[in-house]
Structure formats: structure tokens, C-alpha cells
């Protein structure tokens, strides 16, 4: 039987560079191995716990991320891509682990407490977004996912499923649940994409990022906007490659055959007498290499968004019969399934 992977995204708006590198090229290129089955949803729910009052950008924004999903090369003839709100069973079983998991557990996670300091919540922080771990829990666990493909930042949520998993087999004498595994990028660079203005992460609310669907002239304006060393005020000063943006930017999308040209020129920006709009250049070459197929792709599939739909609806649907028979077992060994 093959293991199972599970990863998704927030629909929030259209996914970024930061987004393919941290996940994305990695669940294709597992899809594409064929040795796994490999569910991929957009979190929609998990969206909502912070968007509660605006839904209408969640709505607008499960079109795009399934338009970026389907042009960076997820096939729903070979992964199951669902929406997360169209899957009741995962509500179900988010209950029942709430039960195992303390207050002060869900306080202590770094990547949520990182979070909640980035939104501004103050002492308003929505309990539905302070208990999504847990949520993630049972998206992880209702597939009984083998491994879940994150960015590195999310090594605290996958710690906190694992915790869930080992509760509930404890406290119910079972091993229904399966502990997953996290899968994380190679490249450490690529786990948490710093923003185009030097930030620690790309993000829309930082205006900082270069999307997916971004065209050519988008991603030069961008690219030539970037943050660099600001001592490095003629082409002749000696430069830092430190803390500058492209430079980082070309040792994550760099491939081995750009790895030479790369150190040459870090070398000769160090010594003196290389420009920033050459280096700025050479990764406008480098995005575009990597990124024009896929916007090619992504304009193609946007002519049809019934056919969109249609496979949304159909990898729900399938996603939901697996969901259904997970909670089907957890409810009994629990003692809960009191007509059977």
C-alpha cells in the first residue's frame, strides 16, 4: 500500500514564489514519482479563522489558488485536490482532539505565537485561530497522511499533530492514527523566503512578494525594486551579499549548472566592480526560466474555470469518502458510534 502525503494552503490570495519553493515543487515532484497518494487541499476553513468577517476574499481567492495549484504541474488525475470546508468530518474530528490538547500547548507553539504577533491581535486573538493546530491535526490525520511537505516554519505544527496522534492512540488503546512525518525543503534557503524589501517572509500583507501569476514586466519592476546593500552605492564599492535579497534569491532558484556563474559573481560583487542591475539581470533570467511555463500554463486553465470547478468538486468528493471512513473508526473506538 502506498504511504500517504497531505499539504495544502490558506486561500488568501494568489500564491507567491515563496510559496513554490517552501512546498509547492516539492509536492509535484512527489505527485510525479508515483510512489505516494498525495491529497492537496486549499484550508478555506483555516482561512476563515481570521477572516471570519471577509469572506468574499476567501471565495475569490479558492479560483486562484486552484489556477496556481494546477499550473505549477498538480494534476488531479494523479493528486486529490479538494476544499477543506466541503469535508464536515474534518469539523468532527477537530472537536474530539480539542479535548487532548491544553490551552497552554496551543499558547507555547512558536509558529502560532509568531502569527498572532504578526496580525496585530493583541488580546483579541480569535479562537478559532488560536485551536487551528489542532484543526490541522485532523486534516493531517483523517487521511492518515504519512507525510505533510511545509516549509520549515511549520516544523511546531507538525510536532503538535504528532502529540494529537500519540494522545488519542493512548488514551483509546489504539493505532488508528497515523503519526505523521514532516517533509521538509533541502534547500534551507527556500524553507522561509525572505520579502523582496529584505523582510524575514514574503507575504501579501508586506506587499513584499512576486506571485506566481505575476507577467514578465511585474516581476522586472519587482526584481529591479529589491533590497540589496544600501553601502554599495557605486559599481566600483565593494559589496555585501549578506542580507541581499538577490543573491539569496539566486542561491534558491539557482539550478547546478548556474551554480559557477553564481559564485563568480558573488566573488566580483565582494571585490568590487559589479553593478546591482547586472546581478538584478541574471535573476530576471533565472525566475523567468523557472516561472514562464508555469504562467503559460496557468492563462491556459483560466479560460475554462467550469472545468476548475469541476475538478474541485470531484477531489472533495473523493477526499470526503476517505475522511468519512476515518471518523467512522475513530467514533467507534472511542465508543461514540451508538447505532452500529
Known sequence: MKPTILTGDRPTGKLHIGHYVGSLKNRVLLQNEGKH????????????????????????????????????????????????????????????????????RLERNPTVKTEISQKGFGESIPAGFLVYPVAQAADITAFKANLVPVGNDQKPMIEQTRDIVRSFNHAYQTDILVEPEGYYPENENAGRLAGLDGNAKMSKSLNNGIYISDDADTVQKKVMSMYT????????????????????????????????????MKAHYQAGGLGDVKTKRYLLEVLDREFAPIRARRLEFAKDMGQVYDMLKTGSQKAQAVAAQTLDEVKTVMGINYFK
Open 229 to 264: 546593500d544600501p553601502d554599495h552605492i557605486r559599481v566600483e564599492d565593494p559589496g555585501k551579499i549578506e542580507g541581499n535579497m538577490v543573491f539569496h534569491y539566486l542561491d534558491v532558484f539557482g539550478t547546478a549548472e548556474d551554480a559557477a556563474t553564481i559564485a563568480d
Open 37 to 104: 497518494n498525495l491529497f492537496v487541499f486549499l484550508a478555506d476553513q483555516q482561512a476563515l479563522t481570521d477572516h471570519a468577517k471577509d469572506p468574499q476574499t476567501i471565495i475569490q481567492s479558492v479560483s486562484e489558488v486552484a489556477l496556481d495549484y494546477l499550473a505549477v504541474g498538480l494534476d488531479p488525475n494523479k493528486s486529490t485536490i479538494f476544499i477543506q470546508s466541503q469535508i464536515p468530518e474534518l469539523a468532527e474530528l477537530s472537536m474530539y482532539y480539542m479535548n487532548l490538547v491544553s490551552l497552554a
